[in-house]
């Protein structure tokens, strides 16, 4: 894999990081210990079935804990700085092996801060939600998101060009309707 498309790759499966956690990690593993996905050294354990194991279960949880009225909203909170977090993980283990400074640098600014974007424009969407729909929407909510994390997490593997411009797409649409809402204020 050359660099450019290990970048595309990280950035987008950080993206995905936005809308579920786990997901992403979990889609990361299952590429490298079928050998469908090289990883940056320092992250071969991402590829073991401990790992696995312990993504799978984590996504379980995730998902299903979005179906939990009040507990929703909740996870939102969490799950913001949890998101840059990971997505930085997830960008970093996939960024070619350079400079470490270099390395997490992008993946802190490029990979967690696009997951951080998502991540609040998904937690705003709930919240809107739950105003709006007393939380009986919010049903729908996650379900789109879980459904944005499983897509943009497999795309980001099979057509990784198709993918990053989805999230380019993704971030201009957001940035917009942010800045716009912005200036009527």
């Known amino acids: 894999m050359n ?3 290990s970048i595309i790759i990280g950035l987008t499966l950080s993206s995905a990081c936005g809308f579920r956690i786990f997901v992403p990690p ?5 590429a490298v210990i079928f050998g469908h996905l090289p990883i940056t050294s320092g992250f071969e354990w991402v590829g073991t079935y401990p790992a696995l194991w312990a993504f ?3 996504t379980v949880v995730e998902i299903g804990a979005y179906y939990v009225p009040v507990l929703d909203n909740l996870l939102d909170t969490l799950a913001t700085p949890t998101a840059l977090a990971v997505g930085t993980f997830v960008a970093a ?8 400074l270099l390395q997490w ?6 990979g967690g801060g696009t997951a951080g974007i998502l991540q609040a424009v998904t937690g705003i969407t709930r919240l809107s939600s739950t105003a709006l729909t007393i939380g009986l929407g919010n049903a729908v909510v996650a379900t ?3 459904i944005g994390a499983i897509t943009l997490s497999v795309l980001a593997l099979i057509a990784p060009v198709v993918a990053i411009v989805l999230v ?3 971030l201009v649409v957001t940035l917009t309707r942010v800045f716009s809402k912005q200036s009527y204020k």
């Open 105 to 110: 640098t992008m993946a802190a600014i490029a």
């Open 168 to 170: 380019a797409t993704l």
């Open 26 to 30: 979990l889609v990361i593993s299952l």
């Open 3 to 5: 660099t450019l498309e």
């Open 93 to 100: 283990a996939l960024f070619p092996d350079s400079d470490p």
């Open 144 to 146: 789109v998101e879980s």
């Open 56 to 58: 799978a279960l984590a």
